[in-house]
């Protein structure tokens, strides 16, 4: 079955960052659209990042431009989210998710999705 599993979350200050991973695995990981979304409690999933198959096109939630970036190795299986500059309010549960169609910040675009990376930002 298609796994999604994401790693690299942690406790970190107020400008540190960090690079969140996501290995996929049950799925031919290159024909698929990567997104990250993250949640906190009490608050609807949020877009933050898309990738297309190929790694061609890339699309930004407006509060993560400029500091977040997302890549992708095909040959690894792996997305990859490297938060630079990360504030308080980043804090979250990051997930990854997989979607057959390039419609990179709608939630229900996604069919598969990871368990979650928590990423905590103090001040």
């Known amino acids: 079955q298609v796994q999604l599993v994401e790693s690299g979350g942690g406790l970190v200050q107020a400008g540190d960052s960090l690079r969140l991973s996501c290995a996929a695995s049950?799925?031919?990981?290159?024909?698929?659209?990567m997104g990250w979304f993250r949640q906190v409690p009490g608050k609807e999933r949020e877009f933050v990042a898309a990738?297309?198959?190929?790694?061609?096109?890339?699309y930004y939630a407006d509060s993560v431009k400029g500091r977040f970036t997302i890549s992708r190795d095909n040959a690894k299986n792996t997305v990859y989210l490297q938060m630079n500059s990360l504030n308080p309010e980043d804090t979250a549960l990051y997930y990854c998710?997989?979607?057959?169609?390039?419609?990179?910040?709608?939630?229900?675009?996604?069919?598969?999705w990871g368990q979650g990376t928590r990423v905590t930002v103090s001040s």
């Open positions: 998710a997989a979607s057959a169609v390039w419609i990179p910040s709608a939630t229900k675009a996604y069919a598969y």
């Open positions: 049950g799925l031919t990981f290159s024909s698929y659209h």
């Open positions: 990738i297309s198959w190929s790694g061609g096109s890339t």
